[in-house]
């Protein structure tokens, strides 16, 4: 049910209360050139006499607590709902989500640091973030035996939620936790999908070099009975079918976002630039990874198809190793490069259409089991913006998506996602361009507006998340800019459907940081209706985060 920001904040006083309850348990613990009037504009800064040096009260004064956030309230317009129906990204904001630690279940499928969550969530919600974002990790819930699953905390989690009135965009995390940029913490795949593996090392991603990934499930043998008897597409499918049937009381109304993992990090792209054990490093531009045999057997069967035989054989080996740059191998450099001839055409074209048509397969299965539940479904794509300034665009080739100087790789993706009805959930869209190394052409804020450019050709919902952990007013403005998706003359009132903030932590809730959070989620909910300057909503931000600065440090402290 949508609520009013004045009701939401009204709550407050409530939920606060409730939270100091739960607290006493004794549980144990890119950026586009973008037309932004709003976000450029300035005003004269009035300095509020005597706030700057008050010391914060040892606890909220329940009726001052009600009363700021009722203030606070009061200048926010009533929000849309975040509903399938709803047109969001039409000039009504953008509602922001947190991701949520990725150990937020433990290994014993319990609520990790339950007391911080709980205080977390209060003071989320107090800030008028929308929801959270959740992993459900298929390592966790069906560990042990094929079709036997334990939801265990993710009961607690998603109840803890709803009765702080949060939304919840739940991952289907069908990949391994651990070997990625900020992975804390280290989740394997199911053990009996580990078993099989083990007894066919072909069931993982591989590289010319025989090294095996075990990220994520090759999807070579998406439609092959390897996993005792199932399909991979079946077991994520009888998964998400288990989600359901486990948590249809909440769907569309707590749970509103299905976002199905599609690759390792849960993203749309093969594991082309592997951190684990000191494989990739940034800005190489990773490696091609179709050399298992069932890759190796469709690639063969391309081949002959295209009435060449002799380049079934096997994948590119003149296209260097994972920390190469263009110009270092024979096949991405500028010049006379393989990735412009005929063979190159073939092979990107065969390798990219595989990546297509694995998350093709996979949203079939998942709009017929979501169909109804009133939740959206969402995939995240990558967002590879080192040596994008290059012809090749090699690290996005090697990823799967075929994007180069001469070809739009986003745009078919996103038709594909259309058809589906699926969300296009984008990363890095808190990058400028001059913020990279400039020696590796990196353009995040040129490749965001490529993909709300593709993303409006296709008519497909667009969403955003930040690629690293940013607290500053630079990475909040470049949030903002991009979100309004002003990349040409007619955007008109079109809006990211929704923005994702990495991540629930004890830095989000430090002082100086949570107040910058606190005015960064007012003017994602302003959008492009915003009539103020950034001072002024800061200002007006200030007496709230003050008021319930003793709430935010008890969950500081307990995230610790």
Known sequence: ?????TNQMGSLASAAAAMDSSLNTGDSPAAVVLKTPAVGMKCKAVRTEGVEGLSPPSSPCRSDLSAACQAFATEVAEEKEYGVGAKKGEGSGVPVFVMMP????????????????????????????????????WGLVEREKPGEYNWGGYVELMEMAKKHGLKVQAVMSFH???????????????????EEINNDADLAYTDQWGRRNYEYLSLGCDTLPVLKGRTPVQCY????????????HLLGDTIVEIQVGMGPAGELRYPSYPEQNGTWKFPGIGAFQCFDKYMLKSLKAAAEAQGKPEWGSTGPTDAGNYNNWPEDTQFFRKEGGGWNGPYGEFFLTWYSQ????????????AKSILDNTGVKISVKIAGIH???????HAPELTAGYYNTRFRDGYLPIAQMLARHGAVFNFTCIEMRDHEQPQDALCAPEKLVKQVALATQKAQVPLAGENALPRYDDYAHEQIIRASQLNVDGGSGDREMCAFTYLRMNPHLFEANNWRKFVAFVKKMKEGK???KCWEEMEREAEHFVHVTQPLVQEAAVLMH
Not at 1 to 5: E, H, I, P, V
Not at 354 to 365: A, N, P
């Open 1 to 5: 049910m949508a609520l009013s920001m």
């Open 102 to 137: 990725l150990d937020s279940v433990s290994a014993g499928n319990t609520v990790n640091r339950k007391k911080a969550m709980n205080a977390a969530m209060a003071a989320l919600k107090s800030a008028g973030v929308e929801g959270v974002m959740m992993d459900v990790w």
């Open 176 to 194: 391994q936790c651990g070997g990625n940029v900020g992975d804390s913490c280290n989740i394997p795949l199911p053990k009996w999908v580990v």
């Open 237 to 248: 499918a009888d998964f998400m079918r288990a989600f359901r049937d486990t948590f249809k």
């Open 354 to 365: 595989m990546l297509l048509e694995h998350g093709d397969r996979i949203l079939t299965s």
């Open 386 to 392: 080192w040596h994008y300034g290059s012809r090749s």
């Open 529 to 531: 209706r915003a009539n």
